[in-house]
Antibody, heavy 117, light 109 residues
Framework: EVQLVESGGGLVQPGGSLRLSCAAS????????MSWVRQAPGKGLEWVAN????????YYADSVKGRFTISRDNAKSSLYLQMNSLRVEDMAVYYC??????????WGQGALVSVSS | EIVLTQSPGTLSLSPGDRATLSCRAS???????LAWYQQKPGQPPRLLIY???SRATGIPDRFSGSGSGTDFTLTISRLEPEDFALYYC??????????FGQGTNLDIK
């Protein structure tokens, strides 16, 4: 059974940093592109970033480019999202996702990131 | 960057009705790389349709997707009580960002 378990969410002040982690199991992690998708409270879905199987390609939404960094550790079957210079508008549930060619088949339960002073 | 616009924003129907949800892209979606998701409160989304018209594993055949180019449709032939939820489309053609539409809220009339 595919499982994606996020951790590292919490409350941070504007301008602060946070690192999300996603522990993957039930599939061969190194064989798949992985992504982060977020959802602000009461709002729609926003694609954030994705990373190729070997980490050689990474793409970001314009809203996070230059502030967020997606990475992975295939030996640990783990996905990460380093978030710097956080803004109030970054407050959201962040989902770790695994897809197939761009669409998402598997979603984690999400990690809540709150940005407030 | 492709922008997806879903309509209507809210659709109020009754169980047994037919639902038609629209997703329009600002430019052509390559290879009909369009997916539909269903989301219920407090849950992550669930994949319904990929490739514009292929049902994901375990999805009932009352859900169908159609369309090409810039205009796509999700149809639910006969609404069941559990179908009342939020629905999102997403394009994943060419290179990222793989944007989502803003969603359609399907609620009970």
């Amino acid at each position: 059974e595919v499982q994606l378990v996020e951790s590292g969410g919490g409350l941070v002040q504007p301008g602060g940093s946070l690192r999300l982690s996603c522990a993957a199991s039930g599939f061969t992690f190194r064989s798949y592109w992985m992504s982060w998708v977020r959802q602000a409270p009461g709002k729609g879905l926003e694609w954030v970033a994705n990373i190729k199987q070997d980490g050689s390609e990474r793409y970001y939404a314009d809203s996070v480019k230059g502030r967020f960094t997606i990475s992975r550790d295939n030996a640990k079957s783990s996905l990460y999202l380093q978030m710097n210079s956080l803004r109030v508008e970054d407050m959201a549930v962040y989902y770790c996702t695994r897809g197939s060619g761009g669409y998402v088949i598997y979603w984690g339960q999400g990690a809540l990131v709150s940005v407030s002073s | 960057e492709i922008v997806l616009t879903q309509s209507p924003g809210t659709l109020s129907l009754s169980p047994g009705d037919r639902a038609t949800l629209s997703c329009r892209a600002s430019q052509s979606v390559s290879s009909n790389s369009l997916a539909w998701y269903q989301q219920k409160p407090g849950q992550p989304p669930r994949l319904l349709i990929y490739g514009a018209s292929s049902r994901a594993t375990g999805i009932p055949d009352r859900f169908s997707g159609s369309g090409s180019g810039t205009d796509f449709t999700l149809t639910i032939s006969r609404l069941e009580p559990e179908d009342f939820a939020l629905y999102y489309c997403q394009q994943y053609g060419s290179s990222p960002p793989y944007n989502f539409g803003q969603g359609t809220n399907l609620d009970i009339k």
